[in-house]
Structures are given as structure tokens and as C-alpha cells.
């Protein structure tokens, strides 16, 4: 019995209070709305309309029908929207893995693109590295990820990856850094600061592999998981990084340069499974491609006239503290 049908023919017949009206309104003929009433009144065992007059009347059961057979019809609604809303993932959780460097401008205009499309949607994102995400997505721990391509999983679909141009960080005080751009020939005789191979294997391979063809052989490639500890190394001089511009200027006496031809980019995009996917995976790809994409486009690099001299700093001291012994302190290194 299709109980909500039966109710709204109900409730027109109760508003009309007229068997050929109510049956004009819902554009049927009126044999088959008075066989819908009836049905229903066998269904829950009670006479809805007084017919013993010339006048169709509500009785008592009828009336008091009213109220709930609307709020049944209001319920049915709510129902259907939710299971739309649901279905093409405009509500619910997304469990998504971003990677451990992403960018807080980066997420912060993920998670607001995303919020403004799907109001209803919970996302929770986790921190994790290309291969923890490829793990947690077989294990459908995890409905999308934002990976390090390239990744070997054929039982994931792709969506649309955003190019990163990848540059070399190197101290300030570095011969290099007086350079506008820098070629992977010229940092022979470097050390290599990356991400263990084991984070994003398909990457570091890709990686070595172009620095190889352009002349570029690390005498050692020293592992750096966190981008902190990846730029304390550079400026330690215990090597240079291949990395990003925007996690470059995290630490103001590293100089970042791109690279002369572009021969690096780090393309990143989202996987999520093929069987059963999250209908929101789609739509989270889409986004975070974009976003990725914008934040890539490069800014100017600025070049100091001597970026490998000193800094200077001048302590004044104030006027009315002066005393004759003192001086303005002129303080370089």
C-alpha cells in the first residue's frame, strides 16, 4: 500500500470536501480517488467521511486524521531529501587525507569551497602522507585522498591534479641565491633534502630520475618528513631542498629560486575507491584541484642586491636615558 499516496488524496478531499472537486485537483478521474479512500479506510480500520448524507462529511476519526496525515506527508518529505541529499553528497562525513605540508591558506579555502557547495557535509580531514592514504583507502578507512602522484592503485579512480612548480631552497648566504633562477646542473656536489622515499615512493623516484637526466646527483639524499625540520637542515648548510615556494618562505633566511626550464612539478590530485565510492569524492577532487592550482601561480622572487651579506641591525638609545658614556651602537653580523 503506498500509504502516502492514500493520504494526500485524503487530505484534498478533505480540503475540497467534494469527491469530483478533489478528483479535478489531482488529476484523476473520481472512481479511482473514492477506491484510494476507501482502501485507506480499510487499511486503518475506521470511517473517515460520513457519506450518509448529500454533503461529503469529515467524522470524528477523520478530523483528527488531519494533523497527522500532514505531518506523516511532512516526514516523508524530509525523508526524501535527506536520501537525495545523501546520494550526491551534500550531507553526511567525508573522510578525506590531505597531505602533511599542504598550506593552512590551502585547507582553509578547501574546507569554505566546500562548506558553500554542501552545507550539510562534514569533512574530516587527516594528515597523512601519499602512502598512508593509499593503505587507509584499501581499508576503506578513508573515502578520498589527496596524493603525490604518481601512485600505482588501479582500483582507484582519479580526479583532476593540479601541477605545482618545484623550486630549490638553499640558504641565503649561498653563491647560488645572487642567481634569478637555477639550473638542477648547478647544484653538482649538493647533498638533497626530501621526503622519505617511503611517503610518496612513486614521487621520490620521478624526482631523482629528472635530477639525474638534467645533471643533478646528489652525493646524499638526507630524509626530512617535517617541512620544518626539511628547511632547519637547509639553512644548517647541510644541503639543498627541491620544494615549493610557499614552504620556502616559511623560514626568511632561506632563499627560494625556480628552476631554469621547469623541469620539476609536483603534481598533486584526489583517488578515491572504485567500488562504492563516497558520492561527495567527486566533487572534492574538483575543489581541491582548483585550489591547489590557484595558490601554485608564482609570485615574484625577490632578488637582494647581496643576498650573502650580513644583515645590519642599529641599537639607538634614547635621549633621556643617554649618558655620557653612550653611543649609537651600530651592531653588523
Request: hydrophobic share 45%; charged share 20%; with cysteine.
Amino acid at each position: 500500500m503506498d500509504l502516502a499516496r492514500h493520504l494526500r488524496h485524503f487530505l484534498v478531499v478533505a480540503e475540497e470536501m467534494h469527491f469530483g472537486r478533489a478528483a479535478e485537483a489531482l488529476g484523476i478521474a473520481q472512481p479511482p480517488l473514492s477506491q484510494s479512500i476507501q482502501r485507506l479506510e480499510r487499511e486503518l480500520g475506521v470511517a473517515l467521511f460520513d457519506r450518509s448524507r448529500r454533503a461529503v462529511q469529515l467524522t470524528t476519526a477523520g478530523q483528527l486524521l488531519i494533523a497527522e496525515a500532514r505531518a506523516v506527508l511532512a516526514a516523508e518529505q524530509r525523508l526524501r531529501t535527506v536520501a537525495r541529499k545523501a546520494g550526491d553528497g551534500s550531507l553526511g562525513t567525508l573522510r578525506a587525507g590531505v597531505p602533511p605540508d599542504t598550506p593552512a591558506a590551502v585547507l582553509h579555502r578547501l574546507l569554505r569551497e566546500l562548506a558553500a557547495h554542501s552545507t550539510g557535509l562534514t569533512v574530516d580531514l587527516h594528515e597523512l602522507t601519499t602512502a598512508e592514504q593509499l593503505r587507509l583507502l584499501a581499508t576503506a578507512e578513508l573515502d578520498v585522498g589527496l596524493v603525490e602522484h604518481p601512485v600505482d592503485a588501479p582500483d582507484l579512480q582519479h580526479g583532476p591534479s593540479a601541477e605545482l612548480p618545484l623550486g630549490v631552497a638553499l640558504p641565503r648566504t649561498s653563491p647560488l641565491a645572487r642567481l634569478h633562477e637555477v639550473s638542477l646542473a648547478d647544484l653538482a656536489g649538493h647533498e638533497l633534502i626530501l621526503s622519505p622515499r617511503a611517503a610518496a615512493p612513486g614521487r621520490h623516484d620521478e624526482l631523482l630520475e629528472v635530477c639525474r637526466a638534467h645533471g643533478f646527483v646528489p652525493g646524499r639524499v638526507r630524509p626530512a618528513r617535517n617541512p620544518e625540520f626539511l628547511l632547519g637542515l637547509v639553512l644548517s648548510g647541510s644541503g639543498v631542498a627541491l620544494t615549493r615556494e610557499v614552504l620556502a618562505r616559511r623560514e626568511p633566511r632561506v632563499a627560494w629560486r625556480p628552476l631554469a626550464g621547469r623541469p620539476l612539478r609536483l603534481r598533486v590530485g584526489a583517488v578515491w575507491p572504485d567500488a562504492s565510492p563516497h558520492p561527495a569524492a567527486p566533487r572534492f577532487a574538483q575543489v581541491a584541484a582548483a585550489v591547489l592550482a590557484e595558490g601554485a601561480v608564482p609570485l615574484p622572487v625577490p632578488v637582494p642586491e647581496n643576498p650573502a651579506g650580513p644583515w645590519s641591525v642599529v641599537y639607538t638609545v634614547h635621549p633621556a636615558q643617554r649618558t655620557d658614556g653612550d653611543a649609537t651602537l651600530d651592531a653588523r653580523g
